[in-house]
């Protein structure tokens, strides 16, 4: 199994920054892609930002130019760095992981989804 825990939310004004960890632990040599999702009270969860084993990253719209994700595998952490922050960044903050490595030990279970229990974002303005 893999356990994710998330770190780094907090209050901060419009315009401020705030750099968030996933720290990650476990059958983590097992982890292929990784991702930060959101949930807004009253609103769906949506992914805002991705990356994969090889560094190829995704942004959602609403936050190309201000979120920047990375990874840091030797320390089996990923960040999301965010810019300019705005009211409607305010949301609960997930971490994603997906179990999609083939080699034999990692077979069992392949294919499922890990997430961490979110770190708080509010953002006022």
């Known amino acids: 199994q893999v356990q994710l825990v998330e770190s780094g939310g907090g209050l901060v004004q419009a315009g401020g920054s705030l750099r968030l960890s996933c720290a990650a632990s476990?059958?983590?040599?097992?982890?292929?892609?990784m991702g930060w999702y959101r949930q807004a009270p009253g609103k769906e969860r949506e992914k805002v930002a991705a990356?994969?084993?090889?560094?190829?990253?995704y942004y959602a719209d609403s936050v190309k130019g201000r979120f920047t994700i990375s990874r840091d595998n030797a320390k089996n952490t990923m960040y999301l760095q965010i810019n300019r922050l705005k009211p409607e960044d305010t949301a609960v903050y997930y971490c994603?992981?997906?179990?999609?490595?083939?080699?034999?030990?990692?077979?069992?279970?392949?294919?499922?989804?890990?997430w961490g229990k979110g770190t708080l974002v509010t953002v006022s303005s």
């Open positions: 990356i994969t084993s090889g560094g190829s990253t």
């Open positions: 476990g059958d983590t040599i097992c982890i292929s892609a």
């Open positions: 994603n992981a997906d179990r999609g490595a083939t080699i034999r030990q990692c077979i069992n279970d392949y294919g499922m989804d890990y």
